[in-house]
């Protein structure tokens, strides 16, 4: 380190000293706030990112079932020979839920049936169809195919190491039907000792709460009191007339509330009594509701849930039955034999039932369930349902937009560069258009949008929702961005390659063209580049001029209706099925790819071409 004080000498007075020692701890402190800033920035950085990638990176795979599928030509319901739309018009479906209904057998019921065919996807016919298709062999025999699941399915299989819990268990259970699907539970020991405390803990807090609602009520019934006590007091005092009718109206006004507060607030006081009562520990069973965790009993023949539980003793509802279901003496299965699962999120709170939770389960444990890409994601377009929806129309509609975008702002802005840069005179309206181009680049995109709506869309009739529109609009938007960086480039050229050109008898615009824009021409397409991903992330003048309009089809031209991925990412946050966060979050990490890409392509080009003079 530089000793300073070798520099100052000796004749240097004390106050120049303490100024110059206060200079440099200023210059001390303002390197730390630099890096201090610099670390800062990363951090956020990294933080961004890596909540992107931990959900997003989910959107690429997908489960899926694999079914026995039977392609019997009377359950298809196939029209007569020769129509040409004959396996187009096939019923799909019943062969889809014949094969599902054959894995579960004891499902039954209208109801059961509707709630086990809502864990495969509702296009999972139109896949079948496409199976169909491509090999028409298939009709009549019988083949294993793998099923697109729903899209809460999927998300809880994905979650479901987080959730789904096993207990510690170390001894015999007793099982007796009780009838109607409900079976009595004892243990040899205290196995269900930590469900009861779990609903011992639920009812503390819902304790809790009724205490802080009681206070509440019981402050609000008392500022009731004292309103109602002071209007007393004047009712007293004004004489007779409307103001003392109003007066009135309003009295009986505040005691209908007060009435309706005391009222809620007993109710709420025998509710706190009846939880309190629940907490008094005893033999007596305590009951589950659907609020509070899920518990099974998972046996080899079949899998309970519990409803209630004591210390050792339990009842349950049958999920799916066994041998153990219909028996007319109690049953006993060791330990080890029996499992004991919590599902830590009460069923009031999630999407998907006890029910199918156990349905997910009995596939997982018959090697039914396989994850894979997630292919649909990549070429699908647009849908409401989660796990169908993809982004290859997006991708596609900003494709167009971009051609767009690059066929008028290219030309343009290096034609305005090269006209200003080269041959423009300098006087004060040229100086305006420069200032004006200046202060274009930093006008807020909302406004291109409003200026696309009002020019393109209402006077000049350009369609709604088509990439045309959206390419223009970002084409003016990128416009002033390549004018600059063009323009740079131009001025980076040195006058010696001009001069030499005219020297040699090129007339100006010879000399501009075949000397210096070639020379500036990777400058002009790395600002170019720089430019169009700028615009490949914008949204909001998209969204002026209808782009996020919902597009189920992928858009095959320049005035097809589509949407951008921009737009797309904006949609699917706004979704409020829990499937599309991560689907928005893929869409997320393709978009940054494209970002990436383009801006490294500027950086190579930069890198290959260019020129120190």
Known sequence: MIDRSRFLGSSMST?????????????????????????????????????????????????????DINFDEDRLDLPDEGTDDRLFNANYR??????????????????????????????????LREVV?????????????????????????????????????????????????VVSLVSSSSDFSSVLFD?????EKKIALKEQEISSLARQSENLVKVLEEMERERGVIEPGPLKLSLLEMIRAYRSDLASVEQKRLRLLKERADLKHRTVPGSELKELTVHMPSYFIWLPEGVIKLTSVSGKAAMGKVLRPGSFSEMSAPRKFVSGNWSLL????????????????????????????????????????????????????????????????????????????????????????????????????????????????????????????????????????????????????????????????????????????????????????????????QALGETAPLLMIGMVAFIAGIPDGFLDPSTVLPVQ????????????REKTAGAIIVLLCFLILMNSMAFLLRRRFERFW
């Open 15 to 67: 106050s120049s000293r303490k100024h110059l020692s206060s200079r440099y701890r200023r210059e001390r402190i303002f390197r730390f706030l630099g890096l201090s800033a610099v670390i800062s920035a990363i951090l956020f950085l990294f933080l961004l990112l890596f909540g992107v990638l931990t959900e997003g990176y989910r959107a690429f795979s997908q489960y899926y079932v694999l079914l």
């Open 94 to 127: 019943a062969c889809l839920n014949d094969a599902f209904s054959r894995l579960f057998p004891e499902v039954r019921t209208r109801s059961s049936r509707r709630s086990l065919f809502n864990l495969l996807s509702s296009g999972a016919d139109l896949d």
């Open 133 to 181: 298709f491509s090999d028409p062999s298939l009709i009549g025999s019988e083949k294993t195919v793998s099923v697109l699941l729903s899209g809460k399915s999927d998300l809880y299989l994905k979650n479901a190491s987080n959730s789904l819990v096993p207990l510690k268990t170390g001894s015999s259970l007793l099982l007796s039907s009780a009838g109607d699907g």
């Open 199 to 203: 609903i011992f803990s639920y009812l």
């Open 342 to 533: 919590k599902e830590s999120v009460p069923q009031s709170m999630r999407k998907i039932t006890d029910m199918q939770i156990v349905w997910l389960r009995s596939l997982w444990k018959d090697g039914r369930l396989r994850k894979g890409l997630h292919y649909l994601f990549f070429t699908s377009g647009a849908s409401r349902e989660a796990e169908r929806a993809g982004i290859w129309g997006a991708v596609m509609g900003s494709f167009y937009t971009m051609v767009i975008t690059f066929l008028i702002s290219f030309p343009l802005g290096v034609a305005a560069a090269i006209y200003l840069e080269e041959f423009a005179p300098k006087n004060r309206w040229i100086d305006l258009i420069e200032v004006n181009i200046i202060n274009l680049a930093a006008v807020p995109s909302i406004v291109f949008g409003l200026l696309g709506v009002f020019i393109f869309l209402n006077v000049l009739g350009v369609p709604r929702s088509v990439p045309l529109a959206g390419g223009i609009i970002l084409a003016l938007m990128t416009l002033p961005t390549i004018i600059i960086a063009s323009r740079s480039a131009l001025r980076s050229v040195p006058l010696s390659i001009r001069h030499a050109a005219l020297a040699l008898g090129s007339s100006p615009v010879q000399a501009v063209f075949h000397h210096v824009v070639p020379l500036a021409l990777p400058g002009m397409f790395t600002g170019t580049i720089i430019g169009m991903s």
């Open 569 to 580: 990412i904006y949609m699917w946050s706004d979704f409020p099925e829990p499937a599309f």
